[in-house]
């Protein structure tokens, strides 16, 4: 039986005022359900940054290679972006690329929270297959492939309408 291991990396410090100020505000704004989620995302971006760090001391261009391409598939980097580039992202890169904040800027939902109950319900499909985790990072060319599944839960007003 293999062992597991935790996949985040919970704060040092838990009372500290300002991370945890700064943590409400994320949460607010992408209508995230708790603070695991904002932990998550963060071990994350860790574990790339990591990544990065290692390759630039070995000086291993194949895999320097390897992981641009693997972020720009993601849509964090540009094509022609360097290892300095990755150590340069921040949590709200990768919070952008979670399935529930596409489908609140695409105009699927009216708000984040919105967002992410249509994904639980089981209402947004990626490349029509449903999808109901909204954590899930959605590749670049995978964007435009977001829609309802079947026929819209409700009538959605646009932001632009409003």
Known sequence: MRKLKKQIKRPKRPWDKERIENEKRILKEYGLRRKREIWKAESILREYRRRARELAAKKDKEGEKILIEKLNKLGLLEKNAELDDVL???????LDRRLQTI?????LANSPRQARQFIVHGHIAVEKKRDLFPSHLIEKNKENKIDYYGTPPLKITKKSEK
């Open 103 to 107: 489908v609140f800027k695409k105009g």
């Open 88 to 94: 340069s992202l921040s949590l709200e890169n990768i």
